[in-house]
């Protein structure tokens, strides 16, 4: 009982304590991390988190000072601190009911009169701090354990690739027939990138070239493809498990609207769970959004870390502060910064293309290149644009600047693409596998033209095998069956249309070519 009755003393005591500001201070950072788990790693808000919590202890010693009192001075840091996160939010708030009106003069007076209030309050006499700080640490507390337990629970996997889920099509054991050597396999996605057809139609861009290109280094071009879906995860979801998704599980049926489990199945796909069985080793590379990440592959490949650079996320907790200001004085170009960014992860995947295919296999490796999907970093040949010009005050794509955007990505990475598929080819010592293919179409398209994609496959020894029609769910289990012996029948080449948030209420498009 005494050690009970001794700790409840060290825990009264301890709550009796100001620190509420310094926990406060974390909560932005997590709840906004929490906001856009799905887009980034928990990792990635760290240096935000310390950058805070020392910027808290900062301004509390501060005003320490003035106020010769810790507790006055907790609370008048609280309150600034409340002021400074919240600014962004009431001012988008307030733009979005009234847009008429011009309320940037009437905020900066609005937030500057409540911070003198909050240093004014803090500074009376007659007002006891000590009595409202255990009830200002708990809330404080509370908002924090609460924010980490959702950002824990999102990222953890619900499941391991070690035990297959249910939402798996049916595994089979794949077998290397004896004598020969298991080709390297490279399954790359160029998101949003269209079928030559409609380049030509809706973009007045010419790929005619590459695609002979492609033939003459031995790659299948499959003239009439459709993606399966309208939307990248759904897409991935369903090609790397072998099965369109409404076959696959209850939890991809309305009115669920939920992608945690398809998630999960892009990083715990059946396609790397049996080639691992299979000897191989995965690879994956970090594409900056966190649930196309295959970060749980034998080999995961990011660039190096950004150093002091800003990154993403946290320009995006800077745009929820006064300091979002600075973008308009020309001072800070955040949009730039985050362009920045998207081109070195790109970059980095190119670059590494002599190293992949020097690396010992067999091996699957799984790669996601961003363009010519927005935002749009690439000029044609490559230089640097900066991607805000193209988006309208309402932060959207017009047609034209789409196109103009697109366009020149388009250009850059048929390019580049081109290049490495050459370079593996020629250094890999086996005559690999790989699959260039879009997820979906651009954007801004209507009807079937949602779906038309580049889907070119190199399958050494197997090209009969292939045919105009063939769609990504059909990928795997033709490329199983032709080189390790599995049984799986080719499903129907559909294409299906789902809205959000009902990303699972799905409308059927026929592709109307026939196959042959």
């Known amino acids: 009982m005494d050690a009970f009755f001794l700790m409840k003393r060290h825990l009264t005591s301890f709550f009796h304590h100001p620190w509420y500001p310094l926990v406060f201070a974390l909560y932005p950072p997590l709840a906004l991390l929490l906001h856009n788990i799905s887009e980034m790693r928990a990792s990635g808000g760290l240096r935000s988190l310390v950058i805070c919590l020392f910027g808290a202890a900062v301004l509390t010693g501060l005003l320490r000072l003035p106020y010769r009192n810790w507790h006055r001075a907790a609370f008048a840091a609280w309150a600034l601190l409340l002021l400074f996160f919240t600014y962004g939010h009431v001012h988008d708030s307030l733009g979005e009911q009234f847009e008429t009106l011009t309320l940037e003069p009437w905020f900066w007076i609005l937030w500057s009169l409540l911070a003198v209030a909050g240093l004014l309050w803090a500074a009376r006499r007659k007002t006891r701090f000590e009595k409202a700080t255990p009830a200002l640490n708990v809330i404080a507390l509370g908002l924090v354990l609460f924010t980490s337990a959702q950002v824990t629970w999102s990222t953890v996997p619900r499941r391991t690739l070690e035990a297959p889920a249910d939402e798996f099509a049916p595994l089979q054991t794949l077998q290397v027939p004896e004598g020969e ?164 992860r790109t970059q980095f995947i190119l670059d590494e293309m002599d190293d992949l295919a020097r690396m010992p296999g067999p091996k699957f490796v799984f790669i996601h290149i961003i363009p010519p999907h927005p935002p749009f970093v690439y000029g044609p040949d490559g230089s640097f644009t900066d991607p805000a010009p193209f988006l309208n005050e309402d932060q959207r794509y017009t047609f034209e600047s789409y196109t103009l955007g697109y366009r020149n990505q388009v250009e850059y990475i048929t390019g580049q693409i081109e290049t490495a598929v050459r370079t593996l080819l020629e250094e890999s010592s086996t005559p690999p596998i790989i699959i260039l293919q879009g997820d979906h179409a651009p954007w801004l398209q209507t009807g079937n033209s949602k779906f038309l994609i580049l889907d070119a496959y190199h399958l050494p020894g197997h090209t009969d095998l292939l045919y105009p029609t063939i769609s990504p769910v059909n990928t795997f289990r033709l490329i199983f069956n032709a080189y390790f012996g599995a049984d799986y029948g080719l499903l129907p080449d559909t294409s299906y249309y789902s809205p959000i948030p009902n990303i699972y209420e799905f409308e059927e498009f026929p592709n109307p070519c026939r196959k042959k």
């Open 181 to 344: 050597t298991p080709p390297d396999i490279y399954y790359i996605i160029l998101d949003s990138y269209g079928r030559s057809d409609l380049l030509a139609q809706k973009f007045d861009y010419d790929n005619s070239q590459f695609l002979e290109n492609l033939r003459q280094m031995g790659f299948y071009v499959a003239d009439c493809a459709q993606s399966n879906y309208n939307r990248t995860d759904v897409s991935l979801g369903s090609s790397l498990n072998l099965d369109y998704l409404q076959n696959l599980s209850a939890d991809y049926q309305p009115p669920n609207q939920g992608r945690r489990t398809l998630w999960d199945s892009i990083n715990n796909s059946a396609v790397r769970y049996m080639l691992e069985q299979a000897g191989y080793t995965s690879v994956a590379f970090a594409t900056g959004f966190a649930w196309s990440e295959v970060d749980g592959s034998d080999v995961f490949l990011a660039p190096h870390s950004f150093g002091l650079s800003m990154t993403s996320f946290e320009a995006l907790l800077l745009r929820t502060t006064p300091a979002r200001h600075l973008e308009e004085t020309g001072l800070l170009n955040l949009a730039e910064l985050d362009g920045q960014h998207y081109r070195e």
